[in-house]
């Protein structure tokens, strides 16, 4: 086993006191093992490994989450199943006579619900099955970054410990399927799971991904009977997801929903060592849906068809991204892989990027801008430019410690400041405007609020929640 690079001395990380939108839950990751285990990184990432282990640490200390945490059972009256609801039902209670005394079950059974595309059901996640798994796993993927970054072997500990309570522990573990996720509530609902469901366990990439690194970093803690019973688990689940009526409608969907299912399966396949399953995944991706994802301009008219359009361009780029990551994983390389029109994910990223995001959260397209710079290089500086306007603070983020190489744009973000953001003010540019207008909220309220500091992709942690 390497040694560590460097062991970063993290007691400054104490002085915050984080809460819980500052820090970004990616929809879907997939890191280059190799780059973990190198350890010899590019000091201008300091800073963003700071986040990181931030990060691990606040997650860390919300958890564990388990299918348990929930007060209403699926429909099967098994408490190990996952439940969800849809989120964009809306009930309409004008089909029963004396609606305001009916109860929250009789609204749930009598009431008529309205799919309404972008708009939340208000009482939604009163079964949080979804945000549950989703802080599960960024708990996984942040601390596993975390121990890689550290050494410290108590950050594996808690991945061990968390993906034992969420998928394995014989009093809490989840069955390995997803026939109850966003059922449809109502007089003429679903009962059973819908196949939209399947997008809620988006963040399995960022699981499987942190397996193959503690794996891959002889972790003490990730022991060959936990490898293997969590091996064992997964092998139930893609089986789901590849036979299951509702895994293969997913699997059929054409816009984002079919990408985070491929997604899904293919890094649970790479996770598993079945390098030719994982391989015949992303061939049946770019020889099926993806081919009509992307036209000629760079536009994805699935997504922009939808109601909010920017938030839909990047979150399907982000999964497409994370399918060519995996694709890297196995020794292929997709990126050039062109759509019909053909056009490629770098297309796709460079169209949306003057797009004004209208209603929708800026922040969720940076992490791909800087994904696309860092695979196929920013020879003009163009990308890290943007990055620069639109959020000043893109080095301290997260993911520029694993979107690399990137450059900084000459932005200092410095310790001082993490420490300090009544201090100066500014971060120090050199070339480019560090105070661009349209950036996101958090980014420009972080010198004046301690406890927001640099984390500030708030619209990723909230809204990436559940949405179909
Ligand atoms: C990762 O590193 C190992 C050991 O140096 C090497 O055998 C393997 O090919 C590398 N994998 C990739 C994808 O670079
Ligand atoms: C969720 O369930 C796990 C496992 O039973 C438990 O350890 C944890 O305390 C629960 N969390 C909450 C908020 O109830
Ligand atoms: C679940 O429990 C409810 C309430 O006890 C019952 O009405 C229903 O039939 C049960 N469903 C199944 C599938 O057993
Ligand atoms: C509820 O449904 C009724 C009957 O279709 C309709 O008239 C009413 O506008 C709906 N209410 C809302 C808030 O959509
Ligand atoms: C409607 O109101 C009547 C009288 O108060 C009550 O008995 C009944 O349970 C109500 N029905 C619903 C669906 O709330
Ligand atoms: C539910 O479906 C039945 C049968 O199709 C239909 O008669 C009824 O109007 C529907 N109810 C509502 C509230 O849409
Ligand atoms: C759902 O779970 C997430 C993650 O634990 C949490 O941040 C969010 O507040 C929860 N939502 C509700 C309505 O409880
Ligand atoms: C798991 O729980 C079931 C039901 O509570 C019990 O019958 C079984 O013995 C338990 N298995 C283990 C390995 O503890
Ligand atoms: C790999 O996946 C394929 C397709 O799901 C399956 O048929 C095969 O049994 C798997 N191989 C192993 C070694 O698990
Ligand atoms: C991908 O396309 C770029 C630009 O056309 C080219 O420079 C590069 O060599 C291509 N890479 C592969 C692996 O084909
Ligand atoms: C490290 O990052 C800086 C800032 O982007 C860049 O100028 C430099 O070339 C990088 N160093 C290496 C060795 O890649």
């Given at each position: 086993m390497r040694a560590f690079g460097r062991l970063l001395t993290f007691g400054l990380v104490t002085v915050a006191s984080p809460t819980a939108a500052q820090f970004t839950s990616y929809i879907s990751e997939f890191i280059r093992v190799n780059y973990t285990l190198d350890g010899n990184w590019n000091s201008s990432t300091s800073v963003a490994q700071e986040t990181i282990v931030n990060a691990a640490q606040w997650f860390a200390a919300q958890g564990p989450w388990s299918v348990m945490n929930k007060?209403?059972?699926?429909?099967?009256?098994?408490?190990?199943?996952?439940?969800?609801?849809?989120?964009?039902?809306?009930?309409?209670?004008?089909?029963?006579?004396?609606?305001?005394?009916?109860?929250?079950?009789?609204?749930?059974?009598?009431?008529?619900?309205?799919?309404?595309?972008?708009?939340?059901?208000?009482?939604?996640?009163?079964?949080?099955?979804?945000?549950?798994?989703?802080?599960?796993?960024?708990?996984?993927?942040?601390n596993t970054l975390a121990y890689r970054i550290t050494g410290d072997v108590s950050y594996a500990n808690t991945v061990v410990w968390f993906i034992d309570i969420w998928f394995l522990n014989n009093a809490t573990y989840m069955n390995p399927n997803l026939d109850y996720a966003q059922v449809v509530r109502g007089?003429?609902?679903?009962?059973?799971?819908?196949?939209?469901?399947?997008?809620?366990?988006?963040?399995?990439?960022?699981?499987?991904?942190?397996?193959?690194?503690?794996?891959?970093?002889?972790?003490?803690?990730?022991?060959?009977?936990?490898?293997?019973?969590?091996?064992?688990?997964?092998?139930?689940?893609?089986?789901?997801?590849?036979?299951?009526?509702?895994?293969?409608?997913?699997?059929?969907?054409?816009?984002?929903?079919?990408?985070?299912?491929?997604?899904?399966?293919?890094?649970?396949?790479?996770?598993?060592?079945?390098?030719?399953?994982?391989?015949?995944?992303?061939?049946?991706?770019?020889?099926?849906?993806?081919?009509?994802?992307i036209i000629a301009n760079g536009d994805q008219p699935l997504e922009s068809a939808r109601t909010r359009p920017y938030h839909y361009r990047a979150y399907n780029a982000a999964a497409v991204i994370t399918i060519h990551r995996i694709g890297d994983y196995l020794g292929l390389n997709t990126w050039n892989t062109t759509t019909a029109a053909g056009a490629n994910i770098q297309t796709a990223v460079d169209f949306a990027m003057p797009i004004a995001p209208g209603a929708d959260a800026p922040d969720e397209l940076y992490p791909d801008v800087a994904a696309i710079a860092s695979h196929f290089g920013d020879p003009t500086g163009k990308y890290a430019a943007w990055l620069a306007q639109k959020d000043p603070l893109y080095p301290a983020e997260a993911n520029f410690f694993w979107s690399q190489p990137l450059g900084d744009s000459g932005l200092k973000v410095t310790e001082e400041q993490l420490l300090n953001p009544n201090g100066t003010g500014t971060s120090t540019a050199s070339g480019s405007s560090a105070t661009g207008g349209s950036t996101k909220s958090g980014a420009m309220q972080a010198w004046a609020t301690p406890s927001v500091m640099l984390f500030s992709m708030t619209a990723l942690a909230l809204g990436a929640v559940g949405l179909i």
């Open positions: 007060t209403y059972l699926a429909p099967s009256n098994d408490s190990h199943d996952y439940l969800s609801w849809a989120p964009y039902y809306i009930a309409n209670c004008s089909n029963v006579q004396n609606t305001t005394e009916l109860t929250p079950q009789q609204i749930w059974t009598e009431c008529d619900y309205v799919n309404e595309d972008g708009v939340f059901s208000p009482d939604v996640r009163l079964v949080n099955d979804t945000g549950n798994f989703q802080a599960m796993s960024d708990a996984v993927f942040y007089v003429n609902g679903s009962h059973g799971g819908t196949h939209y469901g399947v997008l809620d366990l988006h963040g399995m990439t960022k699981v499987a991904s942190a397996v193959l690194v503690l794996r891959a970093s002889q972790a003490a803690a990730w022991t060959s009977s936990l490898d293997q019973a969590f091996s064992a688990w997964c092998t139930e689940y893609v089986n789901w997801l590849t036979t299951s009526t509702l895994g293969l409608g997913e699997l059929a969907s054409t816009n984002n929903h079919g990408t985070f299912a491929f997604n899904q399966v293919a890094a649970i396949q790479a996770m598993l060592g079945n390098s030719s399953a994982a391989k015949a995944t992303l061939n049946q991706y770019f020889n099926g849906i993806y081919q009509n994802q």
